[in-house]
């Protein structure tokens, strides 16, 4: 499960954690627009702001997000915690390379645009730590896939994890 991520550093300026329910940069088909983490729960409590990518298409929620308004979150780093509530942060092992994170975006009653981060099963970097992580998709090229190309959508998510992450347990003070 992803509750935070690292925006990415851009011109210079220090980059900054997102967390649920914050706007942020999302790309979308048709360009980046600044939408609210999380989708409204189902009650209209809570927020939903993840969805699992082995379910996503059976779901209500995230199945019509899933055939159309798919997104990427551009980041430099995700955190997991681990069971004793210790943050791990999680960067590409590739110096200077962001991750992609793949999303679903919708549009509530209200007309704000929300977004949420798909999960799958942690691969070997991040299991240690937590049995989910992000989605990642490798490099822009599978970006433009996983935006454009409808019937490529669900064979992405399936895919093993492509992305080396290097770990670091960040101190408090920078939580």
Not at 54 to 78: G, M, N, W, Y
Not at 89 to 115: I, V
Not at 143 to 150: K, M, S
Request: aromatic share 8%; proline share 6%.
């Amino acid at each position: 499960m992803c509750s935070r991520y690292r925006l990415l550093d851009a011109a210079d300026i220090q980059p900054r954690d997102v967390y649920p329910s914050q706007l942020a940069p999302v790309q979308t088909r048709d360009g980046v627009r600044d939408m609210r983490w999380g989708f409204a729960g189902r009650t209209g409590k809570g927020l939903l702001i993840n969805a699992r990518a082995e379910t996503a298409a059976d779901k209500p929620t995230f199945s019509t997000a899933l055939q159309q308004t798919r997104c990427v979150i551009a980041a430099s780093a995700f955190y997991e915690w681990n069971a004793q509530k210790r943050a791990f942060l999680f960067e590409n092992a590739a110096e200077d390379t962001p991750l992609y994170l793949a999303g679903l975006y919708t549009q509530d009653t209200d007309g704000q645009e929300r977004f949420v981060i798909l999960t799958c099963e942690a691969n070997d970097t991040v299991s240690p730590v937590h049995p989910r992580m992000p989605c990642l998709l490798p490099n822009v090229e599978y970006c433009h896939a996983w935006l454009h190309t409808d019937a490529l959508a669900k064979d992405l998510l399936t895919m093993p994890v492509q992305v080396q992450l290097k770990c670091t347990n960040p101190e408090k003070s920078d939580l």
